[in-house]
Nanobody, 127 residues
Framework: QVQLVESGGGMVQTGGSLRLSCAMSGRTFSNYAMAWFRQAPGKERDFVAA????????YYADSVKGRFTISRDNAKNTLYLQMNSLKPEDTAVYYC????????????????????WGQGTHVTVSS
């Protein structure tokens, strides 16, 4: 069974940076395509960024493009999200998601395409 544990959330001022981490256990991390989603209070869970099994392919929501970077370290079984130039509208609970992917170059951007989720980590950006 896949277990995903996020960390690195917190409170930061506008323009600041945070790095989120998501550690996987229970399965072979390098077999999984990964993504970050976020959910603001009263809103639906939205896609943020996705990465293929090898890390060679990434995709971002327009709202974070140029500010956030998704990456992974398959040797450490860990997914990352570097968030720079944070804005108040980035305030949300951030979730990592995983799905087994047979094609190394694929990434997935739909919530329904992921089978495993972490518990979330809170990010608050104050103005």
């Amino acid at each position: 069974q896949v277990q995903l544990v996020e960390s690195g959330g917190g409170m930061v001022q506008t323009g600041g940076s945070l790095r989120l981490s998501c550690a996987m256990s229970g399965r072979t991390f390098s077999n999984y395509a990964m993504a970050w989603f976020r959910q603001a209070p009263g809103k639906e869970r939205d896609f943020v960024a996705a990465i293929s099994r090898t890390g060679g392919n990434t995709y971002y929501a327009d709202s974070v493009k140029g500010r956030f970077t998704i990456s992974r370290d398959n040797a450490k079984n860990t997914l990352y999200l570097q968030m720079n130039s944070l804005k108040p509208e980035d305030t949300a609970v951030y979730y990592c998601a995983a799905r087994e992917a047979y094609t190394p170059s694929y990434y997935y951007i739909a919530h329904s395409q992921y089978t495993d989720w972490g518990q979330g980590t809170h990010v608050t950006v104050s103005s």
